[in-house]
């Protein structure tokens, strides 16, 4: 009698030797068949990609104009404000003729000082420093207030009352802000 379940049922007999089934047996199973894209889809694909390639190539170019356009502003930035160490190094020169000055009797000596002191001005000038003038408004891009005194009548809130040292500008930038008094309420 047989039996219903598939586990107990006679193996079917083949013909094959059993080194043969065994390497049917270990066959793995067919993938499943790929599909070969079509014309169109490598196409569209192939554009999609060329596209893409594009707007990189694009944008390194304007990435490639902009760090030109960067670096020759820099370089006119930095030769335009090539100076600027050097008048900022020269400035306690200048500060110290002034005190020379302040402390000197008429005489030859001092008319020497005097006249070194007008040529470094000018020499500095001509390189585009030039001093800060200090109005009776407080302006702090320019001023630095190194003391504050009550306001009053004659110096309201805000006005300058002192110059204690002048301030000097290189082309636009400040090189040194004057340093002042400032009124304060």
Do not use: C
Not at 68 to 83: I, M, N, P, V, Y
Not at 84 to 93: C, H, S, T
Not at 132 to 157: C, F, K, Q, R, W
């Amino acid at each position: 009698m047989l039996s219903s379940d598939s586990r107990t049922a006679a193996a079917p007999q083949n013909p094959m030797s059993d080194e043969e089934s065994t390497e049917e047996e270990v066959e793995e199973p067919a993938p499943e068949e790929e599909v070969e894209p079509t014309i169109e889809e490598l196409l569209a694909d192939a554009v999609a990609r060329a596209e893409k390639a594009e707007a990189e190539i694009t944008y390194r170019d304007a990435e490639i104009v902009n760090l030109r356009r960067r670096s020759a502003t820099d370089k006119a930035e930095l030769r335009k404000f090539a100076g600027f160490n050097l008048a900022g190094r020269i400035l306690p020169v200048l500060d110290s003729l002034d005190k020379a000055l302040e402390a000197a009797e008429d005489g030859p000596m001092t008319e020497g000082l005097r006249l070194t002191r007008e040529n470094l001005i000018q020499a500095l000038q001509s390189e585009g420093l030039t001093p800060i003038e200090v109005g009776s408004e407080y302006d702090p891009n320019t001023m630095e207030a190194l003391s504050t005194l009550p306001a009053s009548e004659e110096h309201p809130d805000g006005s300058v009352i002192d110059t204690l040292e002048a301030g000097w500008m290189y082309k636009e930038r400040v090189l040194r802000p004057a340093r002042v008094v400032v009124a304060k309420e």
